[in-house]
């Protein structure tokens, strides 16, 4: 019995280049990943004012909140840090990673005081 070839599905795997007119997150993804190169190289504000970039956008977008967040963080600056973590709570209640950094930011902060008598 010979089989239909027009019914097979062609099962490879094609490799596309994303570009902005097939990616309508084209641009978001190209400077999510900047800021992310950015944290690696430990160039935290650069970071941070990438992930804003992305936020005034979508000010909605929690990966960019958590890494804005993150960065912040690391740059002493607890209270940005904090806001940007309270948003995600805002859009979704139940983000364990907002709730687990916020709690970071919160014992950084309180052992910091203790140090330096603030």
Not at 92 to 114: M, P
């Amino acid at each position: 019995m010979k089989q239909d070839d027009s019914n097979n599905e062609e099962t490879s795997l094609k490799t596309t280049k994303e570009t902005s007119l097939t990616n309508a997150d084209y641009q978001r993804n190209r400077l999510f990943r900047k800021g992310i190169l950015y944290m690696a190289d430990e160039k935290l504000e650069e970071a941070a004012r990438t992930f804003e970039m992305i936020l005034r956008t979508d000010p909605n977008d929690v990966e960019a909140l958590l890494k804005l967040g993150y960065s912040r963080f690391h740059l002493d600056d607890f209270s940005e840090s904090i806001k940007a973590y309270d948003k995600v709570l805002d859009i979704d209640i139940t983000n364990q990673e907002a709730w687990n950094l916020k709690s970071l930011v919160h014992y950084e902060k309180k052992s910091s005081k203790g140090i330096y008598g603030k």
